[in-house]
């Protein structure tokens, strides 16, 4: 197998990119997701709060708004 070089091994994975990616960005959305995922967390809603509840919440937010 020959190297093309880079951060990458036997052309697994992806290449590591020096710009963090917010989950906002991810999911397109307008409305911040991590602060409103940091909110659902302290509120005490729940025990548990899923990775994808402050995306969907944040989404239901931006289409009221919108």
């Known amino acids: 197998m020959s190297s093309t070089g880079g951060s990458m091994k036997g052309g697994r994975g992806k ?9 906002s960005q991810k999911a397109r959305l307008q409305f911040p997701v991590g602060h409103i995922a940091r909110f659902l ?4 809603y ?3 709060v899923g990775t994808r509840a402050s995306v969907y919440l ?3 937010l931006e ?3 919108a």
């Open 15 to 23: 290449p590591k990119s020096s710009k963090s990616v917010f989950r």
């Open 41 to 44: 967390k302290a509120g005490k």
């Open 46 to 48: 729940a025990k548990h």
């Open 58 to 60: 944040s989404a239901v």
């Open 63 to 65: 289409y009221l708004v």
